[in-house]
């Protein structure tokens, strides 16, 4: 037999071919033993449903997108492996999309893909809050590493990791930070900064600000250049790759790292270990992430619109300790006047 149809299948069960369709779109709707019965049919036929025709029955198309802002940022390896595991779990195909840290490019996406897919899950999504709102009104959505009241969401927790790296500076005796910061419309660099500032001022350190910094190594001389001039002793840029381009500035400077200042990232990607001094940085499983947020979703879609739950799941964080880190030495050259 060429190609089996579900025709076919349908005469060798013994049953109608609407009988056949329901079995693979609405099996809950079908008797067990009929079910049994179909299944055993396709496979020794070699039977496998058409996802399309599937679709024009159930409305599913067993498809979710992941829309990322940066397919480049290492950060997000982990995170698509996860999800993508999750979803072919449940035999679900999960297609990628790079925003290219693009809200236009973003929404034109998500809106070009609406009726191809059966939900969406954003990863660190640059959209204003309203927006993200309108978008969830009209497709199941998942943030990823971002949180809006009203939407179900899935984050590596800020709060309690930002303390943790105070905390550690502190205790090497660092009296001053200076927080590098990510794009103004990352809902992540707004959140780690008002943490860093309040964990700072517990701790009995200064805190500044530089930036906004596109989260790029090649943005890493920049803002080394501005975070050296707040005098600060420690330097907490927004993600690993700013802070290994940080780390670089700082070595074409003569400014030693930890001896003169100290530097942290965020994400602990995988070259946190390889570059020099190796990357002390915030990280956790960001796997986890990927595989609770496709989870969401998929439960959401077991829903009527609107009325599924919401939730806003956080995961922890946990501070990865290297050699960007150090004591702050009592007489500590001033690194203003470097070359």
Known sequence: MGNPTIYDVARVAGVATSTVSRVFTKPGRIAEATRERVLQAARELGYQPNPHARALTSNRTQTIAMVVSDITNPHFFE????AEMRAKAAAYT???VNAEESTRMEL???RRLARSVD???LAASRQPDDKLVELAAGQPVVLVNRQVEGIASVVLEPWEGCRQIVAHLASLGHTSLAYLAGPTNSWMAVSRWA???DAAAEAGMSAVRTGPYTPTVASGGAAADAAIRTGATALVAHNDLLAIGVLRRLADRSIRVPTDVS???FDDIFAAELCTPTLTTLGGAHSNVGRAAVEVLLESLGHPRGQGPTPQIVLPSQLVIRD???PSADQRPDPRRSR
């Open 94 to 96: 999960l297609v990628l």
């Open 324 to 326: 960007s880190t150090g």
């Open 195 to 197: 943490a860093l500032r």
């Open 108 to 110: 034109e996406q998500v």
């Open 79 to 82: 995170l698509i492996r996860g």
């Open 263 to 265: 530097v942290v990232g």
């Open 119 to 121: 939900g969406f899950l």
